[in-house]
């Protein structure tokens, strides 16, 4: 047993929890009682359990009343009362708030048709907030059954793990809601909603009842979800080998939420953004991002709810492998949206982190509670998941599955640690180091730089850990890599700093980590990269495609490539008509305008706007009949940098028309909300603050909103800051519309400064894992000045609940800021002589 002040005993261990629970909505308050059966491996004097927020009125230990003490520092319940070994039972009676901070069991709130305002019930209990809702030993791996109870008004709608099993009316007219106890599970998947709410009528999915359940009015808005949901269902179960661990599959949208989703098995809760959803209006990056999230939760059926790590710094065995698998399903689902392809953008987020001296391993310890915050972040999900993506191409998709297969037939229904996954993969993979290899990029930092050379009739492959500054660190990683060289396809694992592939002739074409799904960045010599031109350059895969444009722009951050020097590189992709190449372009292009102004930033706009205006014109400005939804993307996405980054007054005058059409395309339609936004005036204000207030789905609530953080007057964005302040804006939402607020390329200073003012109110009124999100856009204020401002405030102003992710925001900026000073004259100096 770890010595971690915040860890439970372990001679103590719950096996199963009888809860009652009575709320009242009306005065956000509740009352429960819960019956613990416990097992001591040994005699005990007292029980240490968690509690926190509750006020306990009674504790009976084997039916004798025991004194008891709360200690808040820890977060624990302690019970003064002698345990024999053996079996007993814990009776705790306790009364709680339902609280607005968007954990443990807390408010939710909408207005009905009518206008007036009701109160739901929800729970968000991960990492470590259960303890707000009832006293549990609330650690991963102390799983147990979950008998649970809702005493409820006869209204309302109540919801939990388990199906509901009966109903009892009380003689005072509440009524006592018993669900069907659930699997052995953690305790971070407990889940109970009550509210007036609706739900669909149940899909039958193999057996399995699927519903989505919202709030009144939006049923209309429920079918993709529901297709989506009994599709990734239906895949895992085959994927896996493994039948649906539970009996049916509630998902809750839900006004108010801090995260995005969230696992509780069998009653996966949501966002409204993230499941309601109208396809006639929804671009294909909405229907995606809700089809992601949705397949996201059901693998972690599995993946999580049934096989569950140990402790929290094994969370990215959660979250990484349910980030692969929400790809590979919906790859299977919709295989025109090419995810494996499109996740390239993703991964590359994560490589911008993880090119931070101030970096993390993918696991690290976590001892107090806040800790678990922090895990979180992008090197958990997209990095993780860019791993596993990785390691499956390089055994074979059969391969990797037999191996995941194993591991959850094996480790069903108990906790486990990361090894014990690349275990069960290189036991159904023997002639593969799987455990050396992946345990090089789990407990090591960052990931290599693979510079590839001509050396006579040899290619010479070295590997050095990327950085965006000069380093000698000697970290070394088992790369598996894929080669194509001369177009013939062969792979190697790197263990070593260097290693000699012999090449079949003296010219032939080399592409390393061919494929592109390597984590790792390729530096070519001048020969090598030369060879990368016409047919060889057209023969590449997207994803190699997309890698080059991706590799120059991070070369340009880290000093290796002149700005100047990479315009001229993207304007060879003009006749580029993948959306995935395009996406990696506009990522540098807005990098690029943040490092000039005046005369020069608009030079540099006369250039985006020649870049994009014959893809525009051969694209044209509506839909083809049967075009892809990825070309109705890309259509999106090139007006935009036309009309935004361009600042082309056609374009912005065409997406005026659009944005007023009811009948346009989904896609452009979003592009002429951001375009009109950026040069929008008081009037265009007041229409968008109208849409915002009257969007008939969440997504366009969303879209007008944070449309309202693009205006170009300072008036115009402090209504927006003042609008994200009050309680018009839900606190779920508010951290991200201040964050685009920063981010405005006129008046992001000014919103830092009044964030900066707000600080206290923010802390107190916000969800504490949206704080630091809400000040991510600070990477874009690069002026001297500005950067120390920003720097000596929080070395005053920490985010205990993500200092790592906040020290590496602090660094990015810094980054950013020495990119400025060293290409922003050499640019301008350049676009001059054009």
């Known amino acids: 047993m770890s010595d971690n002040p915040y860890r439970l005993p372990h001679t103590v261990l719950p096996s199963r929890y009888r809860l009652v629970l009575e709320p009242d909505l009306g005065a956000a308050s509740f009352q429960g009682t819960v019956s613990i059966d416990v097992t001591a491996s040994a005699a005990v004097q007292s029980v240490a359990l968690n509690a926190d927020e509750l006020d306990i009125t009674s504790v009976v230990v084997g039916g004798t009343e025991s004194t008891f003490r709360l200690d808040t520092s820890t977060e624990r319940l302690i019970i003064d009362a002698a345990i024999d070994k053996g079996d007993t039972t814990i009776d705790i009676a306790f009364t709680g708030t339902l609280n607005d901070k968007l954990r443990g069991w807390y408010r939710s709130t909408f207005k009905d048709k009518d206008g007036v305002e009701q109160v739901i019930a929800t729970t968000q209990m991960q990492a470590t907030d259960c303890r707000r809702a009832f006293p549990c030993?609330?650690?991963?791996?102390?799983?147990?059954?979950?008998?649970?109870?809702?005493?409820?008004?006869?209204?309302?709608?109540a919801v939990s793990n388990g199906p509901e099993v009966g109903r009892v009316a009380r003689d005072d007219g509440k009524h006592v809601v018993i669900?069907?106890?659930?699997?052995?599970?953690?305790?971070?998947?407990?889940?109970?909603?009550?509210?007036?709410?609706?739900?669909?009528?149940?899909?039958?999915?193999?057996?399995?009842?699927?519903?989505?359940?919202?709030?009144?009015?939006?049923?209309?808005?429920?079918?993709?979800?529901?297709?989506?949901?009994?599709?990734?269902?239906?895949?895992?179960?085959?994927?896996?080998?493994?039948?649906?661990?539970?009996?049916?599959?509630?998902?809750?949208?839900?006004?108010?939420?801090?995260?995005?989703?969230?696992?509780?098995?069998?009653?996966?809760?949501?966002?409204?953004?993230?499941?309601?959803?109208?396809?006639?209006?929804?671009?294909?990056?909405?229907?995606?991002?809700?089809?992601?999230?949705?397949?996201?939760?059901?693998?972690?059926?599995?993946?999580?709810?049934?096989?569950?790590?140990?402790?929290?710094?094994?969370?990215?065995?959660?979250?990484?492998?349910?980030?692969?698998?929400?790809?590979?399903?919906?790859?299977?689902?919709?295989?025109?949206?090419?995810?494996?392809?499109?996740?390239?953008l993703e991964r590359s987020a994560a490589f911008e982190t993880d090119s931070l001296a101030s970096t993390r391993t993918v696991e690290f310890p976590v001892e107090a509670p806040e800790d678990c915050d922090g895990m979180f972040d992008v090197l958990t999900y997209q990095k993780g998941g860019s791993l596993l993506r990785m390691l499956e191409q390089y055994l074979g998709e059969e391969e990797f599955r037999q191996g995941i297969s194993l591991y959850l037939k094996t480790h069903a229904h108990a906790n486990t640690e990361t090894g014990d996954l690349w275990d069960a993969i290189e036991k159904a993979n023997p002639t593969v180091p799987v455990r050396e290899l992946m345990d090089s990029w789990i407990w090591q930092a960052g990931y290599p730089l693979i510079s590839a050379r001509l050396d006579g009739s040899e290619l010479v492959l070295n590997q050095q850990r990327f950085a965006y500054d000069d380093t000698d660190d000697p970290t070394v990683f088992v790369v598996p890599i894929h080669l194509s060289i001369g177009g013939v396809g062969s792979k190697l694992l790197l263990d070593k700093a260097q290693v000699r592939v012999p090449l079949p002739s003296s010219d032939a074409s080399v592409v390393v980590n061919a494929g592109g799904h390597g984590f790792m960045r390729v530096a070519y010599d001048d020969a090598l990269r030369a060879r990368l031109t016409g047919e060889a350059l057209t023969n590449l895969?997207?994803?190699?495609?997309?890698?080059?444009?991706?590799?120059?722009?991070?070369a340009v951050i880290a000093g290796r490539l002149a700005a100047a020097d990479f315009l001229t590189f993207v304007e060879g992709f003009q006749s580029e008509r993948?959306?995935?190449?395009?996406?990696?372009?506009?990522?540098?292009?807005?990098?690029?305008?943040?490092?000039?102004?005046?005369?020069?930033?608009?030079?540099?706009?006369?250039?985006?706007?020649?870049?994009?205006?014959?893809?525009?014109?051969?694209?044209?400005?509506?839909?083809?009949?049967?075009?892809?939804?990825?070309?109705?993307?890309?259509?999106?996405?090139?007006?935009?940098?036309?009309?935004?980054?361009?600042?082309?007054?056609?374009?912005?005058?065409?997406?005026?028309?659009?944005?007023?059409?009811?009948?346009?395309?989904?896609?452009?339609?979003?592009?002429?909300?951001?375009?009109?936004?950026?040069?929008?005036?008081?009037?265009?204000?007041?229409?968008?603050?109208?849409?915002?207030?009257?969007?008939?789905?969440?997504?366009?609530?969303?879209?007008?909103?944070?449309?309202?953080?693009?205006?170009?007057?300072?008036?115009?964005?402090?209504?927006?800051?003042?609008?994200?302040?009050?309680?018009?804006?839900?606190?779920?939402?508010?951290?991200?519309?201040?964050?685009?607020?920063?981010?405005?390329?006129?008046?992001?200073?000014?919103?830092?400064?009044?964030?900066?003012?707000?600080?206290?109110?923010?802390?107190?009124?916000?969800?504490?894992?949206?704080?630091?999100?809400?000040?991510?856009?600070?990477?874009?204020?690069?002026?001297?000045?500005?950067?120390?401002?920003?720097?000596?405030?929080?070395?005053?102003?920490?985010i205990p609940q993500a200092a790592k992710t906040l020290e590496q925001l602090l660094e990015r900026q810094r980054v950013n800021s020495e990119l400025r000073i060293r290409e922003a004259d050499t640019l301008a100096a350049a676009l001059a002589a054009e």
Not at 138 to 148: G, L, M, N, Q, R
Not at 241 to 258: C, E, H, I, N, R
Not at 541 to 554: E, G
């Open 179 to 344: 669900f069907k106890p659930t699997m052995i599970m953690s305790t971070y998947l407990v889940a109970f909603v009550v509210g007036p709410l609706e739900a669909t009528e149940p899909i039958d999915v193999d057996g399995v009842p699927l519903r989505v359940v919202h709030v009144p009015g939006k049923g209309h808005l429920t079918e993709f979800a529901l297709e989506i949901g009994a599709f990734s269902l239906r895949w895992y179960q085959k994927y896996y080998g493994v039948a649906y661990p539970s009996d049916k599959v509630d998902m809750l949208a839900l006004p108010d939420f801090a995260a995005g989703a969230m696992e509780n098995l069998g009653c996966i809760t949501y966002r409204e953004t993230l499941l309601l959803a109208d396809p006639k209006t929804a671009t294909q990056f909405e229907l995606q991002n809700l089809a992601d999230v949705v397949a996201h939760e059901v693998a972690h059926m599995w993946f999580g709810d049934l096989v569950t790590m140990r402790w929290w710094n094994g969370i990215w065995l959660n979250e990484a492998f349910a980030t692969f698998m929400e790809i590979a399903c919906c790859n299977a689902f919709r295989p025109a949206w090419q995810r494996w392809t499109t996740f390239s």
């Open 137 to 157: 030993f609330d650690e991963p791996e102390f799983k147990a059954v979950f008998d649970i109870t809702l005493v409820v008004e006869p209204d309302l709608l």
């Open 541 to 554: 895969t997207v994803i190699d495609r997309y890698n080059l444009v991706d590799d120059a722009w991070n």
């Open 578 to 798: 993948d959306l995935a190449v395009w996406q990696a372009i506009a990522v540098g292009l807005r990098g690029l305008g943040r490092l000039v102004e005046g005369s020069a930033y608009a030079a540099l706009q006369q250039r985006f706007a020649d870049l994009a205006r014959p893809v525009v014109a051969d694209l044209g400005w509506a839909p083809a009949d049967g075009e892809s939804d990825l070309t109705s993307k890309l259509r999106g996405l090139m007006v935009g940098i036309l009309a935004i980054q361009g600042n082309d007054g056609d374009a912005q005058a065409r997406c005026r028309q659009m944005l007023n059409d009811e009948t346009t395309d989904p896609e452009l339609a979003a592009t002429a909300a951001a375009a009109v936004a950026s040069v929008g005036t008081d009037s265009d204000y007041e229409d968008y603050l109208q849409r915002f207030r009257t969007a008939a789905t969440p997504q366009l609530k969303l879209r007008y909103m944070f449309s309202l953080a693009e205006f170009p007057a300072e008036a115009q964005i402090r209504r927006t800051l003042d609008l994200a302040l009050s309680g018009e804006v839900k606190t779920q939402d508010a951290p991200f519309l201040l964050n685009r607020c920063i981010a405005n390329r006129h008046n992001g200073v000014m919103a830092w400064e009044i964030v900066r003012r707000q600080w206290p109110q923010l802390l107190e009124r916000l969800p504490n894992n949206t704080i630091v999100r809400m000040i991510g856009s600070v990477t874009m204020l690069t002026t001297p000045e500005v950067v120390a401002d920003v720097q000596s405030f929080f070395a005053e102003h920490p």
